[in-house]
C-alpha cells in the first residue's frame, strides 16, 4: 500500500514539473509578434502583438468620436415673488446658462388679481433694454399666468433676467423660469 502511494505522488510531482516546465518554455520561446494573425478585422495586422495594437488603437479613435457627440443635460429652474409695478420692472429673479450650451427657458409671471401686460427676458437686470424674449399684451382672460420662451446657444456663461410690467401696481405675484441646457461633454 504505502509503495502504490509512492508511486501516485511520484507520477502526480512528475506531471506537475512537465507542465510547469512546458509553460515556461513556452513563454520564453514564443513572442507574440511571432504567431502569426490572420488579418480578417482590416486592422493592418500579420502577428498577435500588432493586432493587440490595433484593436487598442481602433478603441481609442472610437471613443474619441462618441465623446465628441456627448452632451449633459442641466435643469434650469428658479423661482421667485415680486410686487407688481405698471412700468416695466426687473422681478429680481435670474438664472445663469453654462458656455457652449444649447438652452430653453420659459420664463412665467402668475398673477393674483390683474394679468401681466408685458414679459420680458433681458441680458441685464439695470435695463429691459437688452431684451431677448418679449411678450407683450396679454392672451386670455382665463388662464393664471402668462411666459415667455427663449432658445439660445450659448458661447460663454450667460446670465438672463425676468422682467415683467402688470396693468396695477401693489399686488404680489409669482415669477418662475424654467428650462433646461444642453453642454457639450468635451
Not at 500500500?1 to 509512492?6: F, H, L, Q, S, V
Not at 486592422?43 to 465623446?67: F, H, M, P, Y
Not at 405675484?173 to 441646457?181: E, K, L, S, W
Request: charged share 15%; glycine share 4%.
Amino acid at each position: 500500500m504505502k509503495t502504490n502511494i509512492k508511486i501516485i505522488i511520484g507520477v502526480a510531482i512528475g506531471i506537475l514539473i512537465s507542465v510547469a516546465s512546458c509553460y515556461v518554455l513556452a513563454e520564453t520561446l514564443i513572442n507574440s509578434k511571432n504567431v502569426v494573425y490572420e488579418d480578417n478585422s482590416n486592422l493592418a495586422a500579420d502577428n498577435v502583438q500588432e493586432a493587440i495594437d490595433g484593436t487598442c488603437s481602433k478603441i481609442d479613435t472610437r471613443l474619441s468620436d462618441i465623446e465628441d457627440k456627448l452632451y449633459t443635460v442641466k435643469k434650469i429652474y428658479a423661482t421667485g415673488s415680486f410686487v407688481s409695478s405698471t412700468s416695466l420692472i426687473y422681478t429680481g429673479l435670474s438664472v445663469t446658462l453654462p458656455a457652449n450650451s444649447y438652452c430653453s427657458v420659459t420664463a412665467g409671471a402668475y398673477f393674483n388679481y390683474t394679468p401681466p401686460t408685458m414679459i420680458v427676458l433681458s441680458s441685464s437686470s439695470a435695463t429691459s433694454q437688452y431684451s431677448l424674449a418679449v411678450m407683450d399684451g396679454f392672451y386670455g382672460s382665463d388662464a393664471a399666468y402668462s411666459t415667455v420662451t427663449y432658445s439660445t446657444h450659448t458661447i460663454k456663461e450667460m446670465t438672463i433676467y425676468l422682467w415683467a410690467k402688470y396693468y396695477e401696481n401693489n399686488s404680489r405675484n409669482n415669477v418662475t423660469i424654467d428650462g433646461f441646457c444642453a453642454t457639450k461633454y468635451k
